[in-house]
């Protein structure tokens, strides 16, 4: 009897003392909703290797995963993002000519829009405006939004011209950005 006792209590216990589930992987952002993005900060894949010593990001366009858009090409050519003090850049290389690019802003306040002008000048096969990835209708718009649980956003929404609509986001320890 004894012996059946422990045999019935030793099958209970090992069906209770199974694996632990296996949490899921974080996934890239799929919406764009500040309130819901600061878990992505721990995401190893948002972060690309630093140019120039400092923090460099790679925002990536939700609905391709891992494509990016930025007026400077698409797929594989992705432009890399890095926080310098109180400024942002991006570099890349150009679609078709191969040239290196680099888009530098104005000094980034929080909440407020951020104009980023093209260094050198000259013209690119999808850029906004020129030399400008301007604020407004069929233009870039990067947007510092803080206080996200301790995290700062950098928001990024392109208006192409056949209408379709691309957003990437980024989510940063705010002392990085401000």
Same mark, same amino acid.
């Given at each position: 009897?004894? %012996? #059946?006792?422990?045999?019935? #209590? /030793?099958? @209970? $216990?090992?069906?209770?003392?199974?694996?632990?589930?296996?949490?899921?992987?974080?996934?890239?952002?799929?919406? =764009?909703?500040?309130?819901?993005?600061?878990?992505?900060?721990?995401?190893?894949?948002?972060?690309?290797?630093? @140019?120039?010593?400092? !923090?460099?990001?790679?925002?990536?366009?939700?609905? *391709? *995963?891992?494509? /990016?858009?930025?007026?400077?090409? &698409?797929?594989? *050519?992705?432009?890399?993002?890095?926080?310098?003090?109180?400024? @942002?850049?991006?570099?890349?290389?150009?679609?078709?000519?191969?040239?290196?690019?680099?888009?530098?802003?104005?000094?980034?306040?929080? %909440?407020?829009? =951020?104009?980023?002008? !093209?260094?050198?000048?000259?013209?690119?096969?999808?850029?906004?405006?020129?030399?400008?990835?301007?604020?407004?209708?069929?233009? %870039?718009? /990067?947007?510092?939004?803080?206080?996200?649980? %301790? &995290?700062?956003?950098?928001?990024?929404?392109? &208006?192409?011209? *056949?209408?379709?609509?691309?957003?990437? $986001?980024? =989510?940063?320890? !705010?002392?990085?950005? $401000?």
């Amino acid at each position: 009897m004894a %012996g #059946l006792l422990s045999i019935a #209590l /030793f099958a @209970l $216990l090992g069906t209770s003392m199974a694996a632990p589930a296996v949490a899921p992987e974080p996934t890239k952002p799929t919406i =764009v909703d500040f309130n819901l993005v600061s878990t992505q900060a721990s995401s190893p894949d948002l972060v690309t290797p630093a @140019l120039d010593g400092g !923090r460099a990001i790679t925002l990536f366009d939700p609905f *391709n *995963n891992d494509e /990016f858009f930025l007026s400077l090409g &698409h797929n594989k *050519n992705l432009p890399v993002f890095e926080l310098s003090g109180d400024s @942002l850049s991006a570099k890349a290389k150009e679609p078709f000519t191969g040239k290196d690019i680099t888009y530098h802003s104005e000094k980034l306040v929080a %909440g407020q829009p =951020v104009k980023m002008s !093209r260094i050198p000048k000259g013209s690119s096969g999808m850029s906004f405006n020129g030399d400008l990835i301007t604020v407004g209708a069929d233009a %870039g718009d /990067f947007q510092m939004c803080s206080n996200v649980q %301790g &995290h700062s956003v950098i928001y990024y929404k392109a &208006h192409y011209p *056949n209408c379709e609509e691309f957003s990437f $986001l980024q =989510v940063v320890p !705010r002392s990085e950005v $401000l």
